[in-house]
């Protein structure tokens, strides 16, 4: 009896067209830099509002709710590279599925919603290298940040990777909507919003008043913004770290697979017309 072994070359043919659609997606932002540029201005503009706000409200006390200045420095600089990565994701899937280009899209032999994650990972690499750029700038003028020890920032590693996964699988979710409102917009704007608000992009939730507080625990978005940003201050170490490292695991894939099947219930919206 002979057992068949994982053949690698199969396995990277699997993979090949997923880095091709990521290496493409990240050359069609380079090549129109101006755009991009301006198309992150928004989160550049709430970030350069957010330092100066803080700085002024910090500038006579040492601490609110516990966030020095520099502490809050470091927080609005994490919130801001998190919330750059997928500005405009489901602007451009809404725009595809309202053309009937997602048609095409279903032709190609790629996994749809593995094609998209894909192109996701492609355009992050130029978003993170952007607003990296912006922090530099920022420390370099404003001064340092804390900086945690190694096995912090080993835990804070971990939950920033598992940011752009789980903002995708909501960004996904939101622009699978576009298949039953046929239009984006208002979908966009109020997923912003909620994300904004429950994210912890625009103030960290402990500072939010308890009711809001509880409603941001039951939700995915912490997961986005406050949960790296509380392990990079210190705020949550040891098990608290990887408690918080766990949810956004789980919250990861159950988005992963409640979108394969919120896809399923949205193809069936689908309508081609031509021959």
Not at 45 to 63: E, K
Not at 69 to 86: D, E, F, N, S
Not at 139 to 147: M, R
Not at 177 to 191: D, H
């Amino acid at each position: 009896m002979t057992t068949v072994a994982a053949d690698p070359p199969v396995r990277h043919a699997v993979v090949r067209p997923y880095r091709a659609l990521a290496r493409v997606a990240a050359r069609s932002v380079l090549a129109y830099p101006l755009s991009f540029v301006f198309g992150m201005a928004g989160v550049l503009l709430q970030l350069l509002a957010m330092l100066s706000i803080w700085a002024v409200l910090l500038g006579s006390t040492d601490s609110i709710g516990g966030f020095s200045w520099p502490q809050m420095k470091a927080y609005l600089l994490i919130a801001y590279v998190t919330g750059a990565l997928m500005s405009f994701g489901d602007w451009e899937m809404g725009a595809r599925i309202r053309d009937g280009m997602v048609a095409v899209d279903l032709t190609r032999p790629v996994d749809y919603q593995r094609a998209r994650f894909a192109e996701t990972v492609g355009v992050a690499v130029v978003e993170v290298a952007f607003s990296l750029t912006v922090c530099a700038v920022v420390l370099a003028i404003t001064g340092p940040v804390p900086v945690p020890p190694p096995g912090q920032a080993a835990l804070f590693a971990v939950s920033a990777l598992l940011v752009l996964p789980l903002r995708f699988t909501t960004v996904y979710l939101t622009g699978l909507l576009c298949f039953w409102t046929q239009n984006i917009f208002g979908v966009s704007l109020a997923r912003g919003a909620i994300t904004n608000l429950f994210s912890g992009a625009l103030v960290p939730l402990t500072l939010l008043p308890g009711w809001l507080q509880a409603i941001a625990a039951v939700l995915p978005f912490a997961g986005m913004t406050f949960t790296p940003a509380t392990i990079y201050l210190g705020q949550a170490t040891g098990v608290d770290a990887l408690r918080l490292i766990g949810i956004q695991a789980v919250w990861t894939v159950a988005l992963w697979w409640g979108a394969r099947l919120a896809w399923r219930a949205a193809v069936r919206q689908l309508t081609v017309h031509g021959g």
